[in-house]
């Protein structure tokens, strides 16, 4: 059986593919690395996904499906895995190679020992174009180091430090037990993907290495501004389907719970500030109705996020009260790395 699963979801993604890939490879035979060629129809990634097939066919698997978007081709290599664990690395972006050879090693030691942990978090580096300074997200604060833990060890997360995709691997079994399957069609769906599984997370384990490196700058990015109030439509889908998810009152550890709660402040805020500069009364309506949404499904947290810090700033009254929303705005910046 393999150590590690890697999916990496491509849409014509012929420009930038190669280099994720051969960050990849150094794995050698303890890694499966799942190409899922999410319908590429405008370039060569599908021909590329074969190549790498061909060449490394105890390494590389290609995938070819319609497109059903990322968080469908997410499914799709978490279906194909057959690693003991399992990771996400989007086509754009790499994984250091110092680092990856040190990860590859402590997972290969905690399986051998036994202690097979649910979830291990590493530190991740925004690779933004044209910064001088790249900033790195570390959890040290948050976790114990280099020992397997649970969420009652956790310790202080701070503000704007939250476990993201590019940090996260999965025990592969726990996460198709968990029932975890992402909206087809739907961007931003990597917000599920951390949070969805939390619960079933019973063991953890991290290192103060920066694996991934998380590329950001192209201008029809995701995480563009721009592209985000253009599809804050899908935000609110994914944000509904968060609030959906869980009664947090029913989560039994209260770090856990604190976290989570902390979770769906951060993506209300997104939210919120993306609905705030699109600026139309549609949208500012928009935002009445998802705060409504939350107080329907819980109203003891809707009014624990309403009148938290962040809540206060993204529903003070008039103009005014939409200038104060800026501090929440460079937070939610630091946070998803807007460009």
């Known amino acids: 059986m393999k150590l590690l699963s890697i999916a ?6 012929e420009d930038y593919m190669r280099n994720c890939i051969e960050s990849l490879l150094p794995g050698g035979e303890e890694v499966e690395i799942i190409i899922v060629d999410d319908g590429s129809a405008k370039d060569r990634t599908a021909e590329i996904a074969d190549e790498y097939a061909a060449e490394y066919p105890g390494i590389v698997k290609a995938v070819h499906q319609e497109n059903g978007g990322h968080g ?22 790499w994984v250091d190679a110092e680092s990856y050879q040190k990860v590859l090693k402590k ?25 001088k300074r790249k900033k790195t997200v570390r959890y040290t604060t ?12 956790v310790k202080h ?28 069609h739907t961007f931003y769906v990597d917000n599920i993907f951390v949070y969805y599984p939390l619960p079933y997370v019973k063991t953890l384990y991290y290192m103060d290495t920066d694996l991934y490196r998380y590329f950001i700058g192209r201008a029809d990015q995701s995480v563009n ?28 550890n209260p770090k ?7 979770y769906l402040d951060i993506m209300m805020t997104v939210s919120s500030i993306m609905l705030i500069r699109s600026g139309t009364p549609e949208s500012l309506q928009k935002k009445k109705d998802l705060w409504q949404y939350l107080k329907k499904k819980d109203a003891g947290l809707f009014y624990k996020l309403y009148f938290g810090i962040f809540g ?4 003070l009254p008039g103009k005014g009260g939409r200038k104060v929303s800026v501090f929440a705005y460079r937070l939610a910046n630091k946070v998803m790395g807007f460009n």
């Open 142 to 153: 948050a976790f114990p180091q280099d020992q397997v833990f649970t969420w009652s060890d």
């Open 256 to 262: 856990l719970r604190k976290y989570m709660v902390s």
């Open 312 to 315: 206060r700033a993204m529903n």
């Open 107 to 131: 997972l290969s030691e905690l399986v051998h020992e036994g202690n097979a942990v649910d979830m291990m978090i590493c530190n991740y580096v925004y690779e933004k174009q044209g910064a």
């Open 225 to 252: 501004e721009q592209v985000m109030i253009g599809r804050v439509d899908q935000q609110i889908k994914v944000n509904k389907i968060m609030i959906d998810q869980y009664d947090l009152r029913s989560i039994q």
């Open 8 to 13: 990496i979801p491509c849409y014509n993604s």
């Open 72 to 93: 469908e081709a997410v499914n799709t290599g978490l279906k194909n895995a057959t690693g003991l664990y399992f990771k996400v690395v989007d086509s754009d972006d």
């Open 157 to 184: 997360f701070h503000l704007g430090q939250y476990i993201l995709m590019h940090s996260v691997i999965y025990r592969t079994r726990m996460l198709q037990n968990c029932g975890l399957e992402l909206p087809k």
